[in-house]
């Protein structure tokens, strides 16, 4: 199904690419990627080595870790020792402030974690692992909520980089055998006389097979096989008891044998069909071209998968290279996750990362908070994202990065009923550097200005009517200066708009 | 369309007009704008929901384990199958020789001694799925369990009943847009930080700008003209059936809009009454004791409780999570009292489904089915209804059910908010006697 491109292509072309491959990019970015030409352009997403920079918190190093928690078992150990009966109550709440103190050092952790990410993806030249890196994030879905360790949280976002471009069943085994799913699922301590179905079920419904292609048998034989895990949370270590693993035989997908749990992965992959290529294929599509996938996209996509023995690389190689990718019906029509609606937009105006202050609150009120996915389902994307309350919320955290909305909110402090993001915003966040953005010869024309800042944030035209009340915007700010409150407040129009939210 | 002064009076005027009308724009279009123009003077009112019944629907997501929620004490066979989770009769507030309410739930039990709790047991449907997603497919849309559709049945709900009303017919508190509220026309809104729930602009020239807005915020006429609508895509997609991603965001954009002034203004005046909890059911539950005291022609809230999976250490999680919705119940049900608005106001739970009977080694609970569920608040008749399923005939481990979860739906619409249940069920089900008389 897939034909190839040709290798020259449109500037829309090579912005859809990076909009859908990567998180948009600022205009002389744009253009430098778009005149390499469509095959080395696509060459480049897969060539460039993962980011090794902003390095990771301090606080991620193995030996750190290992010398913190020990240090908490110690002072727990010493009060514990203190206590006698006089001091049994004074004793108890020093443990449990001494557990605050480190839960609250845990979420702080999780935090940094976040502006890390988001750092990287700023800065990184392999915007296509970092989409594919939120992709697995979503399919293997992980909430620190549950695994509660930032430390872990971090291990499985590494073990997603390392293995983004890699194979699908390879990172299947590598997820089986992660501290932090294998805590969310509930998979250590899983014993034989009774194993824990959460892993097994939630492997075969929303990894690989999907719902309808295996039966409640075949969760329970999976789950057998999934015993006598044990995991140290101090480092992440897995060992296996003998004891608690079952051995005996079990039936699963018509296949029987003493099996264990890679054995289980495998017969996963080789005794159903293919069913994990047309269901991975089917996230893909919808992922990077167009949600809902039909069946013959998800076919031709899963066709290629299976020729390629898994590999993602080459598939979405030969995916990024097709001219169906590129059709006009795909594109501006992918409805943006609260991520790429964050990045692009601090893309397309070149900021710097807002403060985790800023950022954190407004990724919770879009509804996408890394490492904190609502179920192992993953986040419910496309219209999913948008609905009456996270609509109104993009428009206006799209109005504070711009900085259109500054007095506005200084009157609503002054009232005392603002929230403290917007206390922050107005505060702290200088916003776009406005004087290279739109700069005075711009200003001149509302034309040149409207249709400089349409191409920018849309990367094409918009519809007329659409141009037109932007245009009359302008043309009235001209009647005085347009100083860059005035561009600030353009922006905030044309990014509160429904266009805005697609791409 | 210039006639109208602004788009804005051209909008308000078309969408609220159609309560008046008596039928429903499926999508704004110009045949409607045109007839709905000579009745503009009498429509453009809000309605006022002063007198109407309220439906409050809370979501346990997760699959509360109904056998530690409410406990059938009296049976050894729950203390067999369940040596380190069963609960024991000390630790319980009786509602008879059998059963009995979780201590966590005190204020639940007092209601039940008012009269005013229904307990409903075995509750659930046939051929159960154990899967959290499909089984929450199920209850949202009320399909059989080996059907699908695109709308849910509070969707169909408004669609069927409440024709032309102002979006905010439905209002959910939850994250995402439960797929409950997905319809074909009116599928509500989404509603979680009042404060923020408008559009915040700072030009000097506000008007201009807001008139801008509400320009581009607005369905594009040379969209709404083409016949894309009437397809439908198969996917389980929130929002309306049928729309382009262009369609669906201007459609959204415009209930935002519509809504929102009201919303500012209310949240920015009704405070509530009681001190609510800090738990997020309880912040939840307050902002819609404060839309309820504003008066928005709301007909059904939902709110989300989350963390009901306990496939591990389930004894602290799930008795803290019932004392969550306990005291949630007790600041809602309190200050809806305070306000005078109790006789209208009905609450409902549910969960995709009840946990397995024997206990898991790791001391929590499997994927169960039948579980059962509550129904609270003045307009209702209280009291235990059905009788507790069998812990020994079982299917495949788990609580058979005896009361389809639909029944429950359809007396919800029947005798509560006084609808036709079998447009938005599909086929007629048995109805329970609910309510006070």
């Known amino acids: 199904m897939f034909t190839v491109a040709t290798n020259s292509w449109t500037l829309e072309e090579a912005a859809h690419l990076l909009n859908r491959a990567g998180f948009s990019a600022a205009p002389q970015t744009l253009s430098k990627f778009h005149r390499q030409g469509r095959h080395k352009a696509v060459n480049s997403l897969f060539s460039s080595a993962p980011a090794q920079n902003p ?60 502006t890390w990410w988001f750092d990287l993806i700023n800065q990184t030249k392999a915007p296509l692992t970092e989409q594919m890196v939120l992709f697995w994030h979503n399919h293997f879905a992980t909430s620190r909520v549950k695994v509660r360790s930032a430390y872990l949280m971090f291990q499985q976002n590494q073990l997603f980089r390392r293995h983004a471009l890699g194979n699908f069943k390879q990172l299947t085994h590598a997820v089986a055998a992660d ?32 719902e309808g292609h295996y039966s409640e048998d075949d969760i329970k034989s999976a789950a057998r096989a999934f015993t006598g895990y044990q995991l140290s949370r101090r480092d992440g270590t897995i060992t296996i008891n003998p004891e608690q693993f079952d051995r005996g035989r079990k039936t699963f997908l018509g296949q029987s044998g003493n099996f264990d749990a890679p054995q289980i992965i495998d017969l996963i992959f080789s005794h159903s069909s293919d069913r994990p290529a047309y269901f991975i294929a089917a996230k893909l599509w919808a992922w990077f071209v167009n949600d809902p996938p039909t069946d013959r996209n998800t076919h031709a996509l899963a066709q290629l998968l299976i020729k390629n023995d898994y590999q993602l690389s080459p598939t979405l190689r030969t995916l990024f290279l097709s001219e169906q990718f590129y059709s006009p019906a795909y594109r501006r029509n992918k409805i943006k996750s609260p991520v790429d609606f ?124 659409l141009r037109a009340q932007f245009i009359s915007y302008a043309r009235n700010k001209m009647a005085t200066k347009v100083n860059h409150k005035a561009v600030a407040e353009l922006v905030h129009l044309m990014t509160s708009t429904p266009h805005y939210q697609l791409c | 369309m210039k006639t109208f002064a602004t788009r804005r009076e051209f909008l308000r005027t078309t969408l609220l007009g159609a309560a008046t009308l008596g039928h429903v724009p499926g999508f704004i279009s110009r045949t409607f704008a045109a007839e709905d123009f000579a009745t503009r003077d009498s429509a453009t009112q809000f309605q006022t929901g002063k007198d109407g019944p309220i439906l409050v629907i809370v979501q346990l997501a997760g699959g509360n384990d109904g056998l530690n929620t409410v406990v059938p004490f009296a049976d050894d066979d729950y203390h067999r199958q369940r040596p380190r989770l069963a609960k024991k009769a000390k630790d319980l507030l009786k509602l008879n020789d059998h059963i009995a309410l979780n201590t966590n739930l005190p204020f639940l039990k007092s209601c039940f001694d008012d009269g005013d709790l229904a307990v409903l047991q075995g509750v659930g449907y046939p051929n159960p799925n154990r899967s959290h997603f499909r089984s929450t497919e199920i209850w949202e849309t009320a399909t059989d369990s080996d059907q699908t559709s695109t709308t849910g049945w509070v969707g169909r709900y408004f669609d069927n009943a409440c024709q032309g ?259 938005v069920l599909g086929k007629p089900f048995p109805t329970l006697n609910l309510f006070k008389a």
């Open chain 2, 165 to 423: 009303m102002d979006p905010t017919v439905g209002i959910s508190l939850k994250k995402n847009h439960p797929q409950a509220f997905s319809a074909k026309h009116q599928p509500g809104i989404a509603l979680s930080a009042p404060d923020l729930y408008r559009w915040i602009h700072g030009g000097k020239d506000r008007e201009q700008a807001n008139q801008i807005f509400d320009d581009i915020n607005s369905p594009d006429s040379s969209v709404m003209t083409g016949s894309s609508i009437t397809d439908i895509d198969g996917a389980h997609h929130t929002g309306k059936v049928g729309e382009s991603n262009l369609e669906f965001l201007e459609r959204v954009a415009l209930d935002a809009r519509i809504s929102s002034e009201r919303i500012a203004s209310i949240a920015a005046r009704h405070r509530p009454t009681v001190q609510y909890p800090a738990s997020q059911i309880a912040q939840q539950l307050g902002l819609v004791a404060r839309m309820i005291a504003g008066q928005l022609p709301t007909r059904i809230y939902y709110v989300n409780h989350g963390g009901f999976d306990t496939h591990q250490n389930q004894l602290n999680t799930h008795d803290r999570l019932l004392s969550q919705l306990d005291g949630a119940l007790k600041a809602f049900l309190t200050d809806i009292r305070a306000q005078g608005n109790a006789g209208r106001v009905t609450i409902m739970t549910f969960s995709e489904f009840g946990r397995r009977v024997g206990e898991n080694q790791n001391q929590g609970t499997d994927h169960g089915a039948a579980a059962p569920l509550f129904v609270c608040g003045a307009p209702v008749q209280g009291g235990i209804y059905g009788t507790h399923p069998s812990l020994t005939d079982l299917d495949k481990g788990d609580l058979k059910f005896h009361t389809d979860f639909r029944s429950i739906y359809a007396t919800m619409l029947k005798e509560f908010l006084h609808s036709n249940p079998i447009p």
């Open chain 1, 342 to 465: 964050l990045l692009q937009l601090q893309h397309q105006l070149e900021l710097p990362l807002p403060p985790a202050s800023l950022l954190v609150p407004a990724l919770q009120q879009l509804g996408q908070v890394p490492f904190y996915p609502p179920n192992v389902a993953g986040w419910k994307q496309g219209r999913g994202w948008i609905n009456t309350n996270t609509l109104l919320a993009r428009y206006n955290y799209a109005g504070l990065l711009c900085k259109a909305s500054d007095d506005v909110i200084r009157s609503e402090l002054a009232k005392g009923r603002s929230s403290r993001m917007l206390r922050i915003a107005a505060r702290r966040w200088q916003g776009p550097d406005y004087a290279a953005i739109a700069p005075a010869e711009l200003r001149a024309s509302p034309e040149q200005l409207t249709d400089a800042l349409i191409q920018r944030l849309f990367q094409q035209p918009v519809p007329e009517s």
């Open chain 1, 179 to 210: 501290p932090a799913m294998m805590l969310y699922l509930d998979l250590p301590n899983s014993k034989k006389a009774n194993p824990n179905e959460n892993f097994a079920r939630e492997l075969l419904e929303l990894f690989t097979l999907g």
């Open chain 1, 55 to 114: 390095a990771p918190p301090p606080w991620t190093a193995p030996n750190q870790r290992r010398e913190k928690i020990v240090e908490f078992q110690r002072a727990n150990r010493e009060l514990r020792q203190q206590i006698t009966d006089d001091n049994r109550q004074e004793i108890a709440s020093q443990i449990r402030s001494l557990r605050q103190a480190r839960r609250r050092e845990e979420r702080q952790q999780t935090t940094s974690l976040i």
